[in-house]
């Protein structure tokens, strides 16, 4: 190794201790023993080490500002998790930067970017449909840059996430469907990428085997854009070409639920009595069509709010980002309307 060019994970090797102890030991973290700190100091001054382009980036005083990155302000789950969000950073003295990124993974690069010249203090997050890899992220953890993902989380090492349970609110509204009479019951999934798909699949997927009915992944369909079109076409594709017609959806939010009722009126299906519907998020159109879209309600404020604090008190030092090794899940409460509840005979 060369004089000039250690970094964080050097000093951590030389020492045999974990890089998040070393990037806590220079920033004088609380929990971290003087000693620990003092070998930390010596090493990297002997090192000549210097932080990088990232690091260089941090103040020593905080800017009281904190940046947050989603991937749609029209998207009306993510509205009420800005509030959420709002209510708590004002309440403690907090700005907000907001940025969207239109579900592109360059344009989360770029609001990092912007957002590191900014000097903000910390971000909340919700990743793109587009982000499959998260070393962007990674890389701002190793250098001890508070972060803390929200519903769209990252399985990657430091990652703090808050998110709903996407795995209960699927198998409660599968479990509804198959209670009502339907059988075959396809789901409309949401990207393969996102953790919250994949915990909606395994709901689904549960809810059947629980009940005693065989899962077909056939009946498992992506519709990775989620909107209301591309579920119209998806969903009258299937009822054109399917043997075995199906009797129910279950969407992976609700406009993809509002495309497939919408497929089936075209089809001459009634929605519930041939055709049962579910949707996700609990959007506030869901009680104002008709038939009403039965959804998985999401608390969205509650999740905003929560990420807010632990970024705060992240920044704040009044907690310490390893101890938190779990994520921390709210729960969701499934919303029974008229799209999903057959006419008793």
């Known amino acids: ?16 201790v974990s890089s998040s102890t ?3 030991a ?20 002997k090192l000549n080490y210097r932080p990088n382009a990232i690091a260089l980036s941090l103040r020593k005083s905080r800017s009281f500002t904190i940046g947050v990155i989603i991937p749609e302000v029209v998207h009306f789950f993510f509205s009420t998790v800005i509030s959420g969000i709002e209510e708590v950073a004002y309440s403690r003295g907090y700005n907000v930067i907001l940025t969207q990124t239109n579900e592109k993974f360059d344009r989360e690069r770029s609001s990092i970017e912007t957002m590191l010249s900014n000097q903000i203090d910390g971000f909340l997050v919700s990743y793109s449909k587009e982000t499959k890899e998260f070393d962007h992220f990674s890389n701002l953890l190793e250098q001890g840059y508070p972060i803390v993902f929200f519903d769209r989380v990252p399985d990657i090492p430091k990652a703090i996430n808050v998110m709903v349970d996407d795995y209960r609110g699927a198998y409660d509204a599968v479990s509804h469907l198959i209670r009502q009479g339907y059988r075959r019951i396809i789901h409309l999934a949401g990207p393969k990428n996102l953790t919250i798909s994949k915990e ?8 059947m085997n629980d009940h005693g009915m065989q899962v077909d992944d056939s009946l498992i369909v992506e519709c990775p854009k989620g909107t209301d ?8 594709e299937i009822l054109r070409n399917s043997a075995q017609k199906p009797d129910a959806f279950f969407g992976n939010n609700d406009m ?25 998020s609990n959007w506030q159109f869901c009680s104002m069509i008709d038939p ?3 959804s998985v309600a999401q608390p969205g ?10 970024l705060l008190d992240i920044i704040e030092k009044k907690l310490d980002p390893d101890q938190i090794h779990e994520p921390i899940t709210l729960p969701t409460e499934l919303l029974v309307r008229k799209s999903s509840v057959r006419t008793k005979n």
């Open 1 to 16: 190794m060369k004089i000039g060019q250690a970094t964080i994970k050097d000093i951590a090797r030389e020492l045999n």
């Open 22 to 24: 070393v990037s806590r």
């Open 26 to 45: 220079l920033k004088d973290y609380p929990g971290i023993s003087d000693e620990t700190k003092r070998k930390v100091k010596e090493l990297a001054a």
């Open 200 to 207: 909606r699949i395994r709901g689904y997927k549960d809810a």
């Open 229 to 236: 079109d591309e579920s119209r076409k998806i969903t009258a």
């Open 256 to 280: 993809a639920a509002v495309g497939a009722m919408m497929a089936c009126r075209d089809a001459g299906l009634k929605v519930p009595e041939d055709v049962g519907v579910v949707g996700f």
């Open 292 to 294: 009403s879209l039965s």
């Open 301 to 310: 404020f509650q999740m905003g709010a929560k990420a807010t604090e632990i």
